[in-house]
């Protein structure tokens, strides 16, 4: 059982550097390193296991990308951290796949644009640029155990209730048949699988 279980950490292991690379891949083609009012989520199911990967850009989340400066925005990190670490309030799977949390790790994570730091730096009004190019993530994985993964045929999101900003959430599932994605929306807020 303990080689079984290995050999999953490894497979999801393995599907999310697949995700991430697919995932960076489609961000070069973008704009900017993300989009307002998208996030992703990929979903790992082997077995009865299922992890799960989430990233958001902070506006979608918290309504602001820079570091939170006010108490009243330092409140909304938290609230938002405290809530994304109860993804199956966020992420409704049927009751029949009996699925349970395990673990959740939940970070905030500041990225600076590359791109402009050179123009930043010989630029006198540096100090603006930099804050024009400071973007922050929200970034989640979660483990979760299920008597029934088979199950998992939908997913609910009232992820959408809960933060306003975000507009879409591309969703990856891989599974022992493949690999499938979907864009859920505000307006179209349930997966079919």
Do not use: W
Not at 34 to 58: C, D, K, S, Y
Not at 152 to 179: C, H, K, N
């Amino acid at each position: 059982m303990g080689v079984y279980h290995h050999a999953g950490r490894l497979f999801a292991a393995g599907i999310f550097a697949v995700v991430s690379a697919a995932h960076a891949e489609e961000d070069r083609r973008e704009v900017g390193p993300h989009v307002h009012g998208r996030a992703t989520l990929a979903i790992a199911i082997e077995a009865n296991n299922v992890q799960m990967e989430f990233v958001a850009p902070g506006m979608d989340i918290v309504g602001f990308e820079h570091e939170a400066e006010t108490a009243r925005q330092k409140r909304a990190v938290e609230t938002a951290l405290a809530d994304l670490r109860e993804p199956l309030n966020l992420f409704v799977l049927p009751e029949s796949t009996g699925c349970t949390l395990t673990s959740a790790e939940v970070t905030v994570v500041a990225q600076d644009q590359e791109h402009h730091d050179a123009a930043a730096e010989a630029d006198d009004s540096a100090e603006t640029e930099e804050l024009e190019d400071h973007h922050s993530e929200f970034r989640a994985t979660y483990a979760l155990a299920c008597t029934d993964a088979a199950q998992l045929t939908s997913i609910y999101f009232p992820f959408f209730d809960r933060f306003a900003e975000a507009r879409a959430l591309a969703v990856t599932i891989i599974d022992a048949d493949g690999q499938s994605s979907s864009d859920v929306t505000r307006d179209y807020r349930h997966l079919e699988r």
